[in-house]
């Protein structure tokens, strides 16, 4: 018998390709979609009493969460949108409206997993369940040649098993939705940006608009002019910029890569790959070492330990970092980019990360902490494995991927074009 359901959004903030909105939908008679700004997120601190989350990915959030809310009403439905914890917002409302199950995408690291747990736990008192679905990866987990418990520590061999074995599944199409019951509840307002002790500021506007409206348009921009994927550069203006709506799954991987390589490369057997198609392996490799090693991803010994004892915390020191008050002009301007925008792109973090971790010999937790604050596009995944890479303690346990040279400021930056742009523009 088909009965209500929730369908609880996290990350993934969009219609197109989401199984939980399709099960969901198949499943139930009506549905009720819900967001919870969750205020252990948005008013929390990590060890180092740095923000969990600043005003650029908060932003971003707001917005994307506005466009889901009216891409729902677009279609008849609606958005429930609440701000307290997510377990206990979304079990009063499934008691309430005697729903059947909540729907969500399963989430793999420590905070969402204790939360995703919570809320089992008292769906179950009230004989409700919480159904998980997927849909972060390129690949679906179930079709990878090996088990999770086996997946390679290398890169490589990784690439080279999922190449060679598996089949990309085409995104799934936005079904029609059932007519939102109003069943006399109330839907809630979206938050502004002060009830999580955050000031409105103009932060890129026309860039990191959140949501997948603009997701979608930016996907279309870059199909139509093939030239602008200029990925895996060694160069400061680099990378499509597609990773806000990917971590916030505004965009999904498999929508991203369908419409890019025009729908051709859905079987294994296809020789060439879209150059996008690493760049999102490396992203599904770093979610399959997260799921393979758990919260060893969050110690400072990492995955492979080595001894980080001259790594002592100074706060002077990674003050100076954050600031951008180093010895190094480009790593100053690498930091007042990311202060600004929310965002740097990879051979930027590659640049301040080994920086603060091999120069100034800070534990790269700190650095870790800064980049989940400022980062618009933070993922627990992708944020923690680079980061361990870097400081020689990831699963591939190499020593660095990315060692400065002594004349590194001017070998990235040539002309100071970079640095004339962000040594001029520091937010105070
Ligand atoms: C220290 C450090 C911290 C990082 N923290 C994050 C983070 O919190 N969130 C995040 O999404 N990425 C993170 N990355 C990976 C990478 O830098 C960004 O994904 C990339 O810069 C985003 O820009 P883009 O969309 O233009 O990338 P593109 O080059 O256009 O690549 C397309 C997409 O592929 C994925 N991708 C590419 N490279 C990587 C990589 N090395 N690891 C994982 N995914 C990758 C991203 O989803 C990206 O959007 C981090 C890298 C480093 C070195």
């Given at each position: ?331 100053n301007a690498i930091m007042s980019e990311l202060k600004n925008t929310g965002f740097i792109n990879d051979l930027a973090r590659r640049i301040s990360a080994s920086y603060l971790v091999h120069v100034l010999k800070q534990p790269w937790l700190y650095g870790a902490s800064y980049y989940e604050q400022m980062l618009i596009d933070y993922d627990p995944c992708s944020n923690y494995g680079n980061w361990m890479e870097i400081a020689g303690v990831g699963a591939e346990n190499k020593e660095s991927k990315f060692i400065l040279s002594s004349d590194f400021d001017s070998k990235y930056d040539r002309d100071e074009s970079y640095r004339s742009r ?7």
């Open positions: 018998m088909r009965e209500g359901g929730i369908l609880w959004f996290r990350n993934d903030l969009r219609l197109t390709d989401n199984e939980a909105l399709c099960e969901s939908v198949w499943q139930s008679n009506r549905i009720y979609p819900v967001y919870v700004f969750d205020e252990r997120i948005f008013s929390g601190k990590s060890a180092f009493g740095l923000r969990k989350i600043d005003t650029p990915r908060a932003k971003f959030i707001l917005d994307a969460v506005t466009d889901l809310r009216n891409r729902l009403r677009d279609r008849g439905s609606d958005l429930i949108i609440r701000i307290g914890k997510s377990e206990e917002e979304v079990y009063n409302i499934a008691k309430r409206l005697k729903t059947r199950n909540v729907f969500c995408n399963r989430e793999r690291t420590y905070e969402e997993v204790l939360i995703q747990d919570a809320l089992e736990e008292k769906l179950w008192s009230i004989g409700q369940e919480l159904r998980y679905t997927r849909g972060k990866m390129l690949y679906y987990t179930a079709d990878l040649p090996f088990p999770v418990t086996h997946s390679p520590d290398s890169f490589n061999a990784f690439r080279r098993e999922v190449e060679k074995f598996t089949s990309l599944r085409p995104p799934l199409t936005i079904p029609d939705l059932p007519p939102f019951d109003n069943a006399n509840i109330d839907k809630g307002e979206l938050p502004a940006l002060s009830r999580f002790e955050m000031s409105e500021v103009n932060l890129n506007a026309d860039c990191f608009n959140g949501g997948e409206s603009r997701g979608l348009e930016i996907v279309e921009n870059l199909k139509n002019d093939a030239s602008s994927v200029n990925v895996g550069q060694d160069s400061l203006y680099s990378g499509t910029q597609l990773s806000p709506w990917l971590s916030h799954g505004c965009l999904s991987p498999k929508t991203i890569y369908f419409e890019l390589s025009g729908n051709k490369n859905f079987n294994n057997s296809s020789k060439e790959k879209h150059p996008l198609y690493y760049q999102l392996l490396w992203r599904d490799y770093h979610r399959l070492i997260c799921k393979k090693y758990g919260n060893a991803i969050f110690c400072a010994e990492g995955i492979k330990p080595k001894d980080v004892s001259q790594s002592q915390y100074q706060a002077d020191v990674c003050k100076s970092w954050v600031q951008g008050e180093t010895d190094s002009s480009l790593v962000w040594l001029k523009n520091v937010r105070v």
